[in-house]
C-alpha cells in the first residue's frame, strides 16, 4: 500500500498531517508529541482497513531558520541540511512511522508553491501594495495593534502571543483578498462544529474572523530565505503561504503525474497541531484552498502545550526535554504510552518524568505485563506444548469477560475516531483491569487441580482478551504489543479494508500456541 502506487487504492483511506516543524533547532518533547499523536492516529485507521497516508517534516524558510542559520555560522541550506537528520531520527527511534517526509526546499514543493501562487495572481486574488506593520519572527507573522504590548522600556512594542519584540516593517508587497473570504469562512464554521477537536478552540477562530479580516501579506523584500514570488522574483513567498502548501504539495499537487494520489488522499481527514497555530490552519489555510476550489480538510486536532514548572516547552524558552534522551534511559513505547494516555489534548499538561515511571510501572509493567508473564506461565506450565484450544462451551463468567471486550471495542473505537486517544486508552486500561479481576476471581492456579475443563475455558478466555487487548494497543506501544501477539502465537498485519475491530468482534473460537516470554516492562523505584 504505498503512498504512490496508484493501481492499489483501498475503498478507504485516511490522510493525517503532523504541523512541519521550523528547523531552527532540534526536535523538542513537544514536536515528539503532535508527531505521536499522528502517528497514533495513522496506525489505528491502517487498523481499522483504511490506506493511510501519514505525512511530516520541516519548515525550512522564513527569517526565524534565517537567524539560527546566521547564529550558527552558517548558510540556510547548510544549516537545515545539517538539522533535518535529528527530525528524523527522533522520530524513527519514537517508531513514528510516517509514509512521506517533506521538506519545503524539496524542489517539487517549490514549485507547486510557485504554481499555486501564480493562479492567485490569475485568478486575481493576489494584488500588489505596500504595508507597514509590527513583524514578530517567532510567530513568522504580522501582529495587529490589539496584540501588541507597549512596553515604554523598550523601542518594539512586544508580541502579546509569544512576549518577544517585534520588528518595524515597510515593504512592498503581494496580498492575499483574505478579506474576502471571511463571509464563506463564518458559514462554513457554523456549518461544521466538530472541525476543530476539541469543539471548545473553534470559538476563539470565530471570534478572531468576526472582528474583521485584513488582507494578508504574502511576499516579503527584505529577506532572500525563501521561494521566490513566481511573479516577481525580488521577493519571496511568506513563510506561512509556502509551508501551508506542504499539505498538498507532498501529495501531488502541482505534479501533472501525481494527479491521481492528490484526488485520492485529498482533503486531509485530520491535520493535528498545537493550539498557536490553530489560526494559520483554521483561517488561512482554509482560505487559501477555497481561493484554489479545493476541498477543505474534514478535521483538525488541536491540542494544548506540554508544560514544565508551569511554562510551555519551547525552544526560545530553551526549557526543552531532549527526546534522545528519554529513548535512552525509557525507549519508544512508555514514552508514547505517557504522552498520548496522560497528556489530554484538551488542556495543558505538566510533562513529569516522576509522573512518567509512576504510570509506567502502575500501568504498564503491573496491569499489562504481569497479565501477560502470569497467562504465559500458567499455560505453559499446566498444558506443555503451549497450545491453547476453543472449549465446547463458555460458561457464563468467561462470556461475562466476552462482553466487556465487545463493549470496550464500542466506547474506545468511538473515543478514537473522536481524536479522544487519552480517554480511548483509559477505557483500554479499564478492560485491562476488568482482565485481572477476572484472574483473580477465577484463581485458575487453584481450579487447575480439580477442573481441567474449566481451566481450558479460563485459559482460553483470557488468550482471547490479551489478543484484543494487542490489537487495540498497536497504535500507543506498538513494540510491546508486537511482543505479546508473539507470546500468544498471533501476527498482526494489517491490509486494505481488513478492519481488525471487527475480527476482534468474532466469536472466541480461536487457537492459540503460547510462548514464554521476558518481562515486557520496567518497574521503577518511586520512592526513589
Ligand atoms: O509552528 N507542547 O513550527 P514549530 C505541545 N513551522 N506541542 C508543542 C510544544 C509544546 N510545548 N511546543 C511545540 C511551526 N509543539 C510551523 C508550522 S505547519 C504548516 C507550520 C508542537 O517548529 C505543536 O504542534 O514552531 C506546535 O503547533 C508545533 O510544535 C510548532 O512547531
Known amino acids: 500500500m504505498g503512498p504512490s502506487d496508484s493501481s492499489h487504492y483501498c475503498s478507504k483511506k485516511f490522510y493525517i498531517t503532523t504541523p512541519i516543524y521550523y528547523v531552527n533547532a532540534k526536535p523538542h518533547i513537544g514536536s515528539l508529541y503532535s508527531t505521536v499523536l499522528a502517528d497514533v492516529g495513522a496506525r489505528w485507521n491502517k487498523l481499522r482497513g483504511a490506506q493511510t497516508l501519514f505525512l511530516t517534516g520541516l519548515d525550512e524558510h522564513g527569517q526565524k531558520v534565517a537567524d539560527a542559520a546566521t547564529k550558527a555560522g552558517r548558510l540556510p541550506k547548510e544549516h537545515v541540511d545539517a538539522l533535518a537528520p535529528e527530525f528524523t531520527k527522533v522520530w524513527q527511534e519514537f517508531d513514528c512511522a510516517y509514509d512521506t517526509f517533506i521538506r519545503t526546499t524539496d524542489d517539487y514543493h517549490v514549485k507547486a508553491v510557485q504554481t499555486w501562487l501564480q493562479q492567485l495572481v490569475d485568478r486575481g486574488d493576489v494584488y500588489k501594495s505596500s504595508y507597514v506593520g509590527w513583524y514578530c519572527v517567532g510567530e513568522e507573522a504580522f501582529i495587529t495593534e490589539k496584540d501588541l504590548i507597549i512596553d515604554p522600556n523598550k ?28 463571509d464563506r469562512l463564518l458559514e462554513f464554521y457554523k456549518t461544521h462544529d466538530d472541525f476543530i477537536v476539541p469543539k471548545e478552540r473553534l470559538k476563539e477562530v470565530v471570534s478572531f474572523v468576526e472582528s474583521g479580516l485584513r488582507d494578508l501579506s504574502i511576499s516579503r523584500s527584505t529577506l532572500s530565505w525563501g521561494i521566490p514570488f513566481p511573479t516577481d522574483t525580488k521577493h519571496v513567498t511568506y513563510v506561512w503561504a509556502d509551508a501551508l502548501l506542504n499539505y498538498i504539495s507532498a501529495i501531488g499537487y502541482g505534479d501533472s503525474a501525481r494527479e491521481k494520489e492528490f484526488a485520492y488522499y485529498w482533503p486531509a481527514d485530520v491535520q493535528v497541531m498545537g493550539k498557536d497555530i490553530v489560526r494559520f490552519h483554521a483561517v488561512y489555510w482554509l482560505a487559501f484552498l477555497m481561493a484554489s476550489d479545493f476541498a477543505l480538510p474534514k478535521q483538525l486536532m488541536v491540542h494544548g502545550w506540554l508544560t514544565l514548572g508551569g511554562e510551555k516547552i519551547s525552544k526560545s524558552l530553551g526549557n526543552v526535554i531532549d527526546p534522545t534522551d528519554l529513548y535512552a534511559q525509557y525507549g519508544s513505547d512508555v514514552v508514547r504510552y505517557y504522552l498520548v494516555r496522560y497528556m489530554a489534548i484538551t488542556q495543558d499538561s505538566p510533562f ?6 509512576n ?25 506443555p506444548d503451549g497450545v491453547v484450544q476453543t472449549p465446547q462451551a463458555f460458561e457464563e463468567s468467561e462470556l461475562a469477560l466476552q462482553k466487556e471486550c465487545h463493549d470496550m471495542l464500542s466506547e474506545a473505537s468511538a473515543l478514537m475516531d473522536e481524536l479522544y486517544y487519552a480517554r480511548a486508552y483509559a477505557r483500554i ?12 476471581a477465577q484463581q485458575p492456579w487453584k481450579i487447575v487441580k480439580t477442573d481441567m475443563v474449566k481451566f481450558s475455558q479460563i485459559m482460553s478466555a483470557l488468550v482471547h482478551a490479551l489478543h484484543t487487548i494487542a490489537i487495540v494497543c498497536e497504535p500507543i506501544i506498538p513494540q510491546s504489543s508486537a511482543h505479546i501477539l508473539a507470546t500468544i502465537g498471533k501476527e498482526y498485519a494489517p491490509a486494505c479494508n481488513k478492519d481488525y475491530i471487527t475480527i476482534c468482534r468474532e466469536p472466541w473460537n480461536d487457537t492459540f500456541v503460547v510462548r514464554a516470554c521476558e518481562p515486557l516492562f520496567k518497574k521503577y523505584d518511586i520512592q526513589k
Open 155 to 182: 523601542k518594539e512594542p512586544i508580541c502579546a502571543f509569544c512576549g518577544r519584540q517585534t520588528r518595524k516593517l515597510e515593504e512592498e508587497g503581494y496580498f492575499f483578498r483574505l478579506s474576502a473570504y471571511q
Open 429 to 440: 486500561w479499564k478492560f485491562v483491569q476488568q482482565v485481572n479481576s477476572y484472574i483473580h
Open 352 to 357: 513529569s518524568i516522576e509522573d512518567m515511571e
Open 359 to 383: 504510570r509506567a510501572t502502575t500501568d504498564l509493567a503491573n496491569d499489562l505485563g504481569n497479565l501477560v508473564s502470569r497467562l504465559s506461565a500458567l499455560v505453559l506450565k499446566y498444558i
